[in-house]
Every structure is written in C-alpha cells, then in structure tokens.
T-cell receptor
Framework: KAGVTQTPRYLIKTRGQQVTLSCSPISGHRSVSWYQQTPGQGLQFLFEYFSETQRNKGNFPGRFSGRQFSNSRSEMNVSTLELGDSALYLC??????????????FGDGTRLSIL | KNEVEQSPQNLTAQEGEFITINCSYSVGISALHWLQQHPGGGIVSLFMLSSGKKKHGRLIATINIQEKHSSLHITASHPRDSAVYICAVGRRGSNYKLTFGKGTLLTVNP
C-alpha cells in the first residue's frame, strides 16, 4: 500500500507570491491533516479535512487555506507569501476522522523556502 | 506555558544505554502520540495510547492519566535511534487536531 505522498518535495518562492501544496493520503483514508514545522515554533496544526469538510483550523491567518477533493486528496494554499512562511509543511492521513485519537500516517513533507 | 512539555530537550547517550524521554501535558486528552523524526523531515508514528503501556520492539511507552504524564523508553539504545522524538496530544473535545511538544533530540553514540 502506498504511503502518504506530498508534492512537491521542495519549493522556492518569493515574497508576495502564492503557493499550492498537494497531499495524497493512503488509499481508503478519509481524514487529512496539515501541519507547519519551523525551528522556532516546532510543529503546529493547520487544519483537518474529512469527507471534503474542514472540521478544525489552527491559529493561522486567512492566507492559509485548504480543500479536500472527493477522492480524499487535499491541497493547501498560502497566498501573499511572507518570509516567516518558510517551513516544512507536513500532511498526515488516518482512516477515520479525528487527528487526536487516530494513528497518523505522515508524508515526507514539502520544504518551502521564501526569498 | 505550553500545553505539552517535553524533557529533556537534548539527550546524548552511549550505545546500549537505557533512555527515557518525558512528556507532561496540562489539558484533558483523548490520546497521546509519540512520534519519531529523522533528519530530512519524515515523521513516523511510534505509539498512540490513552492508558497503560505499549511495547514495540525496544520501545516502550507509558502514560499516567491522573498525573498527566507519559514516558518513552528505549532499551539497548543504538545509533540508528538517533532522531527527534515528539510528544503530541489530542485534546478531549477537540479530536480533530494535535498539539505538539517541542521535541527531544536524541543522539546515540557508538
């Protein structure tokens, strides 16, 4: 069974641009969660989707958005990029809903660098 | 104060030593997760537990719900165990998100 796939693995953007990251969960998994990891703040929850519905959102500005498609693949978008958005973005999937009480399967992440 | 605190932040051990990493949390939880992250970024889920103790190979995780504390033990440590170990909790009533500790960087020297 293929694992969680994130694309692209690396991305370089400049301030003010926007970016879209993609996450394909393990087949059959319906819940996808997104996380941001920085050296200063560590891992932080961005949002969680289940059956195309966002069920929870972390404390991030509205520039961070996401969506989930009917095949459970998910995308996250960051608009008007800032230097502080440089981070490793990770997604994780689980068979059922609830990142808190379900084992999480993580992708390798997308490393985003803002120049 | 962070909702999830880990100690120590850094840990250096010699191969073969018994290792303990601690995690304390201040909220009611539905489950606690231990994660492992190697250099390069990939995260592997080691354990998810809501009570008692779990064991997988040389790794043991315990949790004390009353004391809001969990420990991750590694027996007979090996250089390949070198990684960052992260504790995360699912808050009761907010099961769709995880809250993370800052992680413990473990280095095991041969």
């Amino acid at each position: 069974k293929a694992g969680v796939t994130q694309t692209p693995r690396y991305l370089i953007k400049t301030r003010g641009q926007q970016v879209t990251l993609s996450c394909s969960p393990i087949s059959g998994h319906r819940s996808v969660s997104w996380y941001q990891q920085t050296p200063g703040q560590g891992l932080q929850f961005l949002f969680e989707y289940f059956s195309e519905t966002q069920r929870n959102k972390g404390n991030f500005p509205g520039r961070f958005s996401g969506r989930q498609f009917s095949n459970s693949r998910s995308e996250m978008n960051v608009s008007t990029l800032e230097l502080g958005d440089s981070a490793l973005y990770l997604c994780a999937s689980s068979p059922l809903g609830g990142a808190g009480d379900q084992p999480q399967h993580f992708g390798d992440g997308t490393r985003l660098s803002i120049l | 104060k962070n909702e999830v605190e880990q100690s120590p932040q850094n840990l250096t051990a010699q191969e073969g030593e018994f290792i303990t990493i601690n995690c304390s949390y201040s909220v009611g939880i539905s489950a606690l997760h231990w994660l492992q992250q190697h250099p390069g970024g990939g995260i592997v889920s080691l354990f998810m537990l809501s009570s008692g103790k779990k064991k997988h190979g040389r790794l043991i995780a315990t949790i004390n719900i009353q004391e809001k504390h969990s420990s991750l033990h590694i027996t007979a440590s090996h250089p390949r165990d070198s990684a960052v170990y992260i504790c995360a909790v699912g808050r009761r009533g907010s099961n769709y998100k995880l809250t993370f500790g800052k992680g413990t960087l473990l280095t095991v020297n041969p």
